[in-house]
Every structure is written in structure tokens, then in C-alpha cells.
């Protein structure tokens, strides 16, 4: 039976949208739908209208919330975040309120870190290759032409008989490849729940493709995803992504020299972890930035200088946290811009919005007792 929803894309922008077999079975696959069908090119969630709580919207985790001419609500991930106040309180054995304005410049959330937010134009040479948070529902992504005919084919001989369609190895591969061009707009990293969350989202979709014999009727998908993202990590490897790269053996101290030890990989909510340089840049050159700002925090209204300046090495300084970990004296006499107040007031603005997000610019530096 056909079912109809209204979805809310933004301020005066909505749209309807009409389900010929009615309302999908998993919020993942009503998330590929809006997506598909409201031409989204960015990561989202959804929300619901609650009447329980006078029609306030709340997050949606079920379709058992979603009724026929229903309304939900389009959340982007990744927007333009421009507070007027922030109220920041930090407990670590004591408690230090921050309350303060934030200014009339905007604070893009594309290319954000534990470090300090980039600029714009920085997120512009590098946003092929940026991260985005992991998704709270992952979203499948369309394969090939003939992949999606066949998996078609195969969805509706599921439905009728219960028949599982064996891929053939064009039809596994297609989908391999999709599953982790998908995944490395993420993370390149993935933990075993976040491998769960797409093997779920697969068969939600695609329920032809459900494996038997299998607890979970994926098992066989997920140890191929695990194979072949680490295949994909060696391929970057050898572009020099940074990200990667940063865990070669050769980069590893003595006693450490095996791909397994010491594995660095993003903490929780820390985004562009490890991104690389900027088009045209290199370590000469920002390290001959780096230099300059040491004179330029010195001087007098040259804020704007040394916020693009620290904007554009911000790859230059995570690649130096990451890699070597530096004290936190030795690492503020070679930044000492990122302890200025504006730089730590510029990131405790972005980190205080978001959930479950470090605070500090320098999380991973440690500690010098």
C-alpha cells in the first residue's frame, strides 16, 4: 500500500515523498531513499515528530515512529556552525566554567580535528580526501548499473521464494569497492561494531545477498570488507596518504618494526586525523610558515595574519602530534599561536557543539610533569 511522507529539508524547504510498497522496514534504508530521492550530497540523520512531546522532533532509531503522512526532518552532519554563545564547563578534578561570545566569523565544519579548525580555504585543497563523522546509520551507496539490475533480480526472488542470490565475482567485487569507497569517507580505521553497522545495513538493503549457514547472515561479507579495506590502506599507503603512512614500519621505533604494533588511528569524534598537506605545499614550506609565526604572535593586530597562517599548517602540526607526540612544553614553544587565547577560544567554539568531542586543541600530546 502506498505510503506518503513530508520531509523537511531546511527553512521554507520541504518536500513529499511517496513509497508505491509503502514505508521502508529499517531507518537505513528511509535514509537512502531521502538521500536518493532530495539529491542530499552530504551526511545526515533523521528526525521524527514526536507526539508524545507535543509534536517536538526527536532522533529517529525506528520505523515503528514513522506512520503514513507523516513528517520528518533532515539533520545535516556537516554544516555551516555559527553560534552567538557558548557555555563550556570542564570537570577534571576541578570545575572551570568558560562562557564567552563568539564573534561574527563562521566556523565550517568540514575540516575539523582535536587540533584547531581549518579555514575554508584550506578545506578547499583538501576536501577530496577530508573526513566526516561516522554515521549513526550507514548508507549504502548505488553500485554499477548491471550490480544494482542483478541485485534487483535478486531482491524480488528473495521476496517471492526466500532464494539467496550467490554473487558472482564482477557482482562481489562491485560491491566490495563501493562498501569501501563509502567507508574511507570516514575513517580508513574501522572498528569491528562499525564493520557490524555496514554488514546490517548490506543485507537491510540488499536482503538477496544474506548468507546461510551465517548467525548473522553477513559474516562472509564482513571478513572480505576487512580484507580488502586493508588491501586499500596498502594502495594508499604507497600515494603517501599521510594517514596511513604515519603507521609504516619505517616510521615506527626500533622494537616496534611490525605492521600490528602500535597501530595510530583517530580517537573517538576526532575527524581529519591525520589529513594531508595542502596542493603545492610541503614539510620546507610549512615548516618556513611555522617559523614565521613565531615572530608573528608578537606582534600587534596581526590576528588575521596568524589565524590563516596556523589555518594553513594545520596538516604540518597534526602530522608532528601524531607522529612524534611531543610534550606539551616543547610543543608550545614551536606553536606557541595555538595557546593564544583566540586559537583556543576559535576551537573550545566548534568542540563545545558537538557530542562526545575532546576539548582540547592538543588531546594527544603528552603531559609534561
Known sequence: MAALLKVILGDNNSQRLTFPDGLPTSVSELVDIVQRQCAIQTNFRLQFMDPLFNN??????????????????????????????????????????????????????????????????????????????????????????????????????????????????????????????????????VTDR????????????????????????????????????????????????????????KHKPEGKSSAASAIKRPRRSEVNYCPPYPTGESDQSLEGLRVELLSDVKKRNNREAVRRKMDQTFAHRRYEVVRDKPMVEDFKNRWPAL?????????LIYTASQQNCPLWPIARCKKND
Open 56 to 189: 517536538e522532533f526527536m532522533n529517529l532509531t525506528s520505523m515503528d515512529e514513522v506512520t503514513d503522512r507523516g513528517t520528518i526532518r533532515v539533520i545535516y552532519m556537516t554544516g555551516i556552525l555559527t553560534p552567538q554563545r557558548v557555555e563550556v564547563q570542564i570537570s577534571s578534578g576541578s570545575a572551570c566554567n568558560y562562557s564567552f561570545l563568539e564573534e561574527s566569523s563562521s566556523v565550517s565544519s568540514g575540516g575539523v580535528d582535536t587540533d584547531i579548525l581549518s579555514s575554508p580555504e584550506s578545506d578547499a585543497s583538501t576536501s577530496s580526501t577530508s573526513r566526516t563523522f561516522w554515521p549513526s546509520t550507514f548508507s549504502v551507496p548505488q553500485f554499477g548499473f548491471d550490480a544494482e539490475l542483478k541485485l534487483e533480480r535478486g531482491n524480488a526472488a528473495f521476496k517471492e521464494n526466500g532464494v539467496v542470490l550467490i554473487p558472482d565475482l564482477k557482482l562481489k567485487s562491485n560491491i566490495l569497492e563501493g562498501l569501501i569507497q563509502e567507508i574511507v569517507k570516514y575513517k580508513v580505521y
Open 339 to 347: 595557546f593564544d587565547v583566540t586559537e583556543v577560544r576559535h576551537t
Open 194 to 249: 562499525e564493520f557490524d553497522m555496514v554488514g546490517e545495513a548490506l543485507l537491510s538493503k540488499h536482503p538477496c545477498l544474506t548468507e546461510r549457514g551465517s548467525v548473522t547472515g553477513y559474516a562472509g561479507w564482513k571478513a572480505s570488507l576487512k580484507n580488502k579495506l586493508a588491501i586499500y590502506r596498502t594502495h594508499l599507503r604507497k600515494l603517501g596518504c599521510p594517514e596511513v603512512l604515519v603507521n609504516s614500519v
